[in-house]
């Protein structure tokens, strides 16, 4: 399979604490972007990397690319009960921009 | 506006039997695509479509048809649902590129008995 693989495949947590999810790929890409999915719902996009940058921020979130290493890491700050759902990456690359989601980590943020 | 929206969110099937996934989005995006969810999988690309009248394969094309007549539309069909079928599937769309932001629908959920 060319899916990429993140780990943790679950992580809980306690509110306010930080989050560490990771997604590694097999191919070049051109950008790398990571979705939030709560339970039965549709995807909703978080933050884009390209392949040229390196860390980006959104609010609590901060995401690193490292392409030598083809990986990325998506960190979660201060969590909330309401970050808990499934974070999904997504990366295209190749010649013909093939798109490729990660398996999925399930993050559990307890009150 | 309404964004990216599923029509039916629920169906049951029986194995042989076709029908139609509709997708619509309002937002005069270029590209659409499907995409289906499986336990364990992640999502993985069905088919997608970079404009009006244009389509084109994605990971896991076999048993599914798609159309793209009108730029608003995404069509997925089965032609003879199969058991393997039996998924929960998402269409998404972006404005011109597919290294862009994907807005995802709420997605169809399908059994094929």
């Known amino acids: 399979s060319q899916q990429g693989e993140e780990d943790p495949q679950a992580l809980s947590i306690q509110e306010g604490e930080n989050a560490t999810m990771n997604c590694s790929y097999k191919t070049s890409i051109n950008n790398l972007q990571w979705y939030r999915q709560n339970s039965g719902r549709g995807l909703v996009h978080l933050i884009l990397i390209r392949s040229n940058e390196r860390e980006k921020h959104s609010g609590r979130l901060r995401v690193t690319l490292d392409t030598s290493k083809k990986s990325s890491s998506l960190l979660i700050t201060a969590s909330r009960a309401a970050d808990t759902a499934s974070y999904f990456c997504?990366?295209?690359?190749?010649?013909?921009?093939?798109?490729?989601f990660g398996k999925g980590t399930l993050l559990t943020v307890n009150p | 506006n309404a964004g990216v929206t599923q029509t039916p969110k629920f169906r049951v099937l029986k194995t042989g039997q076709s029908m139609t996934l509709l997708c619509a989005q309002d937002?005069?995006?270029?590209?659409m695509y499907w995409y289906r969810q499986d336990p364990g999988m992640g999502l993985r690309l069905i088919h997608y479509?970079?404009?009006?009248?244009?389509?084109a394969k994605g990971e896991v094309p076999d048993g599914y048809n798609v159309s793209r007549l009108k730029k608003q539309n995404f069509l997925l069909g089965l032609e003879s649902a199969a058991p393997s079928q039996t998924s929960v599937y998402f269409c998404?769309?972006?404005?011109?590129?597919?290294?862009?932001?994907?807005?995802f629908g709420p997605g169809t959920r399908l059994l094929v008995l």
């Open positions: 998404a769309s972006s404005i011109t590129s597919v290294q862009e932001t994907q807005y």
């Open positions: 937002m005069n995006h270029e590209y």
């Open positions: 479509s970079v404009g009006e009248g244009t389509t």
């Open positions: 997504l990366y295209s690359g190749g010649s013909n921009y093939k798109l490729t």
